[in-house]
Structure formats: C-alpha cells, structure tokens
DNA sequence: CAGCAGTAAACTGTCGACAATCGGGAGAGG
DNA sequence: CCTCTCCCGATTGTCGACAGTTTACTGCTG
C-alpha cells in the first residue's frame, strides 16, 4: 500500500512494510504487477471519501491538503481530480478550486430517466441470456435483501441490491449501459443512504426475475424501467414529506 | 490564444498578437474574463485532433511532444489527456502511455443502442415542450441536409445532422440524456466521416419531426429509437459489404 | 458601530527537473 | 542463422518551487 488512507493518518501508521527486507524469493508470488499510479490511487481514495459521505456535496477539496494527507505531491492529485470532474462526482470552478458536486433536484429526476432505460435494456439482455444458476444467484439475493429488510439492516440489504442490478448487468453483457449506470449510480450515491419501501422495491425484484427466468425480454425490459420509474416516484414523494416536514417546523 | 494549435505549426506563427501594446484603455472591452486554464484548452485540442481524424484510433500520444507542440508544460497535457481517458477518447496504459481510442464492433453497436434509448428519450421530451419556431427549424434543418444530399455535400449534410440532433436534445431539456448522448458520439465520431443511405435517414428524420410536431409523445419516441437503430443495422450491413470486398481481394 | 479599503495569507495554475520503467537494438552464444 | 540476454535511449510518473489570483483579516474612516 503506497498511498495513506485519510482514515489512517488518525491512527499511528505503523503497517510499514520494509519490501526490500530479508531475502530475496527466486520466484516472487506477488509483487510482480508494479503498483497502481498514485493517480489512480487518488482517484479511488477521492471516490471512497465522497461516495462514503465523509466529503459532503457542496464542500471545497483543497488539493495541497489532501496531496499532504495522502502522502504525494499535487501531481497526482490534479490529475485524480481532473478525472473526477469528468466523471461527474466534483465540479472545478476555475481559479477556486473543485467542490464535490451537489446535484439539484431535476439533476436527480434526469439521473432516474436515463438509469431507468438503462435497466430496462439490461433486464431485457438478461432475459436473452439467462441461465439457471443465475435466476438462482437473483433469487437468493431477494431472499438476502427480505431478511435484511427483517432485521432492518440498511447496510446489508443495501450490499445486496447493489449485487442485484450488478447481476443482472453482467449477465446483460452490455458494457456501455454498465459503464454509464454505474456512473450514474455514483452521482446518486447519497440518496441510497435512506431508503424507502423496501419491502415494495424487493417485490418489484421478484417480477423482474420472473420475467428473466421466463426470458420474456419485452415484459422484462417494461418491469426494469418500471422498477427504476417507481423508485423515483418513491424519492419524490419523500421530497415531499420533507418540504411538508420543513413547512409545519 | 494563448495555446498554439498543432496545425499552426506547420505554417509560420506570425499571428502573434502583442496584447500588451500601445494604449491602456481604461475600461477594457472583452479582456475581463481571464484566459481559460490551460488544460481546458488543451483538452479541446487533442479532442479537435481526435475527432478531425488527425489522430488516429490506436496511435500513440506523447506528452512530451505534445506539451512542445502546444507551447505548454506537461503538467497541463496530463491533465488534459487523464479527462480524455475519464471521457472515453483515450485510453491509458500503465508507463506505456495513452493511446486514441479504439472501438471494437461489439462496443460501437452497444454505443448505438444506448444511443438509441437516448434518442426516443429526448424526442418524447421534445413532443412535449415543442413551439411552432422549433418545428419550423427542424424542417429547415431537413431541409438543408436534402440539399446537402443532392450536392454529395458530406460536410455540410453531416454538420446539418449534427445540428438537428442537437435541437431536438436543446428542446428535450433533459441534460443528462444531451450529456451522455454527446459523449456517446464523440466516441464513435470516426464512423460519421462516411455516409450510407443519406436519403433514407432524412426520411426518417421527416417522420421524426411529424411525430414532435403532432405531440405524439410515444410514436415521437418509438420513432427517435428506431431511427438509431436503422444507422446500426446501416452500419452493420456496410460492414458486412466491407467484409466481403476483402474476403474477394 | 458599520462599511470600506488595503494588505497579507492561502490556494490554484504552471513549470522544469529527477527517478523509475519499458521497448528496442547490439552482441554473444547455441 | 536464430535466439536469448543485457544495456541504453526514450518516455512516463512524480516531485518541489514559483507566479498570479482569490479570499480573509485588519485597521481606518464616516
């Protein structure tokens, strides 16, 4: 590990490891791959540090400071966070510096319609290219997303939902909508913090492979869209819970 | 311009322009807003170079060189070229360098089907908030590429099309879809140096606008879809006619 | 006490230089 | 004559430093 975690600067590092230590194995069963690009090691640390909420929508990156906490130079960190910018997750106002990017509420509602279309392509692949062993796969992360839903565990049935549309996208083989979905997944990230009836959504789950098990590619491209549409229309109305809420304070 | 563009270095730079010359006026008309970062610049550049054909899809850019060629250090080409990568121009490979990107069959027709839902998306939106003047350009529009057409005018047929697109995403009014969607041609730019069957897609184009202009929300989108798919099954048919030509060679 | 100007600190944008790594070519050996 | 190895040049990855701009603070004035 050549880059610090902005979490372990809190803690003493002592996980130095002394590479060049002891001897020399013949045959080394590891270290052949050269380490990643600091840049790329930003990239992703960046990435972790927005998507986990600890870098807030709307709050300034100061690259001297995260340079310095990462333990590189600016380097590197301009570079991750040039990519980042194109990526969507910060946005750079010249001469200010780049901010993590806070998205407006018709950004949002643009975000579901075209992830909507997306998974309602990946639903329909699906159903071309299913096997049994992945209807069984499906079917077992909707039980795992019930039982989550049981315990009220938001953090398991998060994972598991994430498992669900990330297997269904591989099965769909269709790298171009993967790639932009998840892109799009990233620059929704805080909204799947809280979430709203699951229990629904994990029943929208069901008819969805229901439809793929069955390889009804057009009801199964009408049930992925729907799926994404209904999950809007959950995040409005708790919009407007929370402007009701804010009016009666 | 404070950035050289390669071409002008093929011809001598006498363009120089000495703005710090004679009188200070004192309420500067233009000069307000500083000169856009460098990076920015030559991030246009080297995607005017990519998308003109200059370079081409596979070959090599070199920082270095590159930086020299434009005036600037590589501090800025890096950054440039990391978006590039990040927007799908480029690719990287790990101290081997960056390369323009190229796209294999299966990527281009996965390109055309995200394009496609995007399209249906963005004419469906159009349908809804179109005015009589928007109409009326977009039959200009049809128009100017029937002109283009009967000339063999490639040039002015392809920025006519460019442009009635990019009207129909404006009055979408869906930013994420117009963002997507451009970054989606940009990426298979190379394939629209070539035409097959102008007529037909004009045709097509005409059905469009019929569509929007009726209001006909959902055969607005059908019909958007379906006339990205037709340039792919264009497409897949000239490259089946490119097959056979080297396969009788 | 509030508002404004001036100054100083902080931060971004840019550059040149050094180190590490990869590819190609020369040379030796089979 | 072919192949493998070693070395060198070319190129990327990274760093520290400087300059220009923005921001924040301080002190002055109405």
Redesign the pocket.
């Known amino acids: 590990m ?1 880059l610090k975690t902005v979490d372990s600067l809190l803690k003493t590092d002592e996980d130095r490891e002394t590479a060049q230590s002891a001897r020399v194995i013949p045959m080394p069963v590891k270290p052949l791959q ?8 930003v990239y992703r640390e960046v990435e972790r540090l927005v998507m986990s909420g600890q870098l807030e929508p709307g709050s ?6 995260l ?1 310095e906490q990462l ?6 960190v ?2 991750a966070t040039r990519a980042l910018v194109q990526a969507g997750l910060l946005v ?7 901010f993590v990017r806070e998205l407006s509420e018709t950004e949002i509602s643009e975000n579901y319609d075209v992830r909507a279309l997306l998974t309602g392509l990946m639903c329909a692949r699906a159903a071309e290219r299913r096997t049994d062993s992945v209807i069984a796969e499906l079917n077992h992360l909707i039980v795992e997303m019930e039982e989550a839903i049981g315990q009220r565990a938001i953090l398991a049935y998060y994972k598991a939902n994430l498992a669900f549309h990330g297997l269904i996208a591989q099965v769909a083989d269709h790298a171009c909508s993967s790639r932009i979905y998840d892109d799009l997944i990233r620059e929704t990230h805080f909204l799947r913090r809280s979430l709203h009836a699951p229990a629904q959504t994990n029943e929208e789950h069901r008819d969805m492979v229901a439809a793929i098990a069955a390889g009804d590619v057009e009801r199964a491209r009408r049930l992925g869209e729907e799926h994404v549409f209904h999950g809007k229309r959950r995040w409005l109305s708790s919009l407007k819970e929370d402007a009701a809420e804010t009016k009666t304070i």
């Open positions: 050549v050269r380490a990643e690009s600091l840049s790329s090691q300034k990156v100061n690259e001297y400071i340079a333990g590189v130079s600016r380097g590197p301009r570079e750079a106002v010249p001469a200010r510096g780049v």
